[in-house]
């Protein structure tokens, strides 16, 4: 796993991937649903990782969550905050939290979906207070 | 089938070397499965299975038995949960030797990321084509944030805090001052770790593991062949192993796999924890400890904070006598896979070899329990039961 900056923008786009990808550089942050059980999940995959139905779809997620847990990596430089950010849609994903003060990141702080540049015209969904 | 009483750990041997530039990966391999036999008394025509993991180069299990001449093998196993795999390995034996498979299987694990990192090869490598990778690598998981992550949040639901994460470096630390091979041996205090400096919150580098080469390996026999063995034989008693993941999102830190591996090790070896003299509970950090003891119903869920201080973790001093080997905080963690080595320290504290300043007295029942991967996200655990021959 990487542990620097610079590999933090290496993104991985595949077939399974890239809607999710093309959403981010659109300024979406898109969550997978189930159109059979009408569950979500998170990370997005083809098959339905509750019922194992293939009717799957993205849609839209609020953008709007809150602080499940977080770490700051301090040895970094600069230190950055991982974290993991219940949506209201009711998943929880790995994040970065930014353009925060870092020492004032709390559990249950509520945060909002940012886009970070990630090179090749993509963008990464990221959070910060909301 | 029950495990229970079917096979015996004849033979076990944990590499000395904690910095290994001058050998390579095999060879490291095959200097374990020599110690092993040897100490079981048998020889390598003997070994007619074989169990290795993802540290083993190749296609494991087939070029290692090519590399160390293992002409007699017909059941191979190279069942890969990170560093839980050797107990699971261990579980697998037992089915095997009990299902008529084999009479004598060999496990061993090498590695040495130390030698990589100074020879500036990669020291881990996680697959591209893993499916959370495009979602979680953006973001700088390393192993230590994720388990931070579990701390942190442990602190928020439960109250634990870093004084009460400390006492568990500070209970191994007591321990391996008398291991004459443990990469750290000076004894620390609380102050001491959380003194130490921050790498990610809440965890401070003495909350974290040794990182050193070398390895271990463990050899199994069936009943019959125990008994012709002239070594201390140990009882396999019980055992199990479970996944642990994300649930498509539903997450959950604060628990890890051992809640389910735990039991079904319990239930087979007829025992309870309060059976429990001694116990190797995998050290990869801190919080892996205290959750895993909180799973495994040592204590209830949310007081490992309270369970774990004033040294109740040190051998003669608290209730529950853990990793006397110095465990990986302070001991050994070969390869980055701590697995190996709890199962290595059970074994010599119910054959009565552990260092007399922390061997249990009449230790007839000991858990070794395995953590692979990441606690509380994505993760397998691995227990087993350990018992003497009366047990």
């Known amino acids: ?74 040895q970094a430089k600069p230190p950055y905050v991982i974290a993991y950010v219940t949506l209201d849609e009711g998943v929880t994903m790995l994040t970065n939290i930014v353009d925060c003060e870092i020492d004032k990141i709390h559990i249950g702080q509520k945060v909002r979906v940012k886009f970070s540049e990630a090179g090749d015209g993509y963008a990464l969904p990221v959070f910060t207070s909301a | ?61 087939i070029n290692m038995i090519e590399y160390m001449g293992l002409n007699n093998v017909r059941h191979m196993d190279s069942t890969e949960t990170g560093g839980s795999s050797y107990i699971v390995h261990v579980n697998h034996a037992a089915q095997a030797i009990a299902a008529g498979h084999c009479n004598v299987a060999l496990i061993t694990l090498a590695g040495r990321p130390v030698a990589d990192a100074k020879e500036g090869k990669p020291t881990r490598y996680y697959n591209q084509q893993a499916p959370d990778f495009p979602f979680e690598t953006p973001y700088g998981p390393n192993v230590t944030n994720m388990y931070a992550m579990c701390a942190m949040r442990h602190m928020y639901e439960y109250g634990t805090t870093s004084e009460q994460l400390a006492w568990i470096k500070v209970a191994a630390s007591h321990h391996a001052q008398y291991n004459e091979h443990a990469r750290l041996r000076n004894v620390v205090t609380v102050e001491d770790v959380i003194n130490s400096p921050m790498i990610a919150d809440p965890l ?43 649930a498509a999102g539903q997450v959950d830190l604060t628990y890890s796999g051992a809640c389910w591996s735990g039991p079904k090790a319990f239930a087979e070896a007829g025992v309870t924890p309060a059976d429990i003299k001694y116990a190797s509970i995998y050290d990869s950090f801190t919080i892996t400890v205290l959750e895993t003891l909180e799973d495994l119903g040592f204590c209830k869920k949310g007081e490992g904070g309270s369970f774990v201080s004033d040294g109740n973790l040190i051998s003669g001093v608290g209730k529950l006598p853990f990793n006397t080997d110095g465990g990986g905080l302070c001991n050994n963690h070969p390869g980055n896979r701590g697995g190996m080595t709890k199962v290595l320290e059970a074994v010599r504290q119910v054959r009565g070899e552990a260092h007399p300043k922390v061997q249990v007295r009449n230790c007839d029942i000991a858990l070794a329990h395995g953590t692979g991967g990441l606690l509380g996200s994505r993760m397998g655990s691995a227990t087993v039961i350990l018992g003497s021959e009366d047990a």
């Open chain 2, 204 to 246: 401070h580098r003495l909350d974290c593991c040794v990182i050193t080469d070398g390895g271990g390996g463990i050899v199994m026999v069936s009943p019959e062949v125990a008994k012709s063995l002239k070594r201390t034989r140990v009882k396999v008693l019980g055992a199990g192993e479970a996944p642990k993941h994300l």
């Open chain 1, 1 to 74: 796993m990487s542990t620097d900056q610079e590999s933090k923008i290496n993104l991985v786009v595949n077939s399974e991937s890239k809607p999710y990808w093309e959403g981010a550089a659109k300024g979406q942050l898109l969550i997978r649903t189930c159109n059979t059980c009408g569950k979500v999940h998170h990370y997005p995959r083809t098959i339905c990782p509750h019922c194992f139905s293939d009717d799957t779809a993205f849609v839209e997620a609020s953008g709007n969550g809150v602080i499940y847990s977080y770490s700051v990596t301090r």
């Open chain 2, 1 to 61: 089938m029950s495990i229970n009483g079917k096979s015996y750990i004849v033979g076990i041997y944990e590499h000395p070397c904690r910095a290994a530039l001058d050998k390579t990966l095999p060879q490291l391999h095959a200097e374990i499965a020599k110690g092993a036999l040897a100490d079981a008394g048998l020889s390598k025509d003997d070994v007619d299975a074989y169990f290795c993991a993802g540290d083993a180069p190749g296609l494991g299990p």
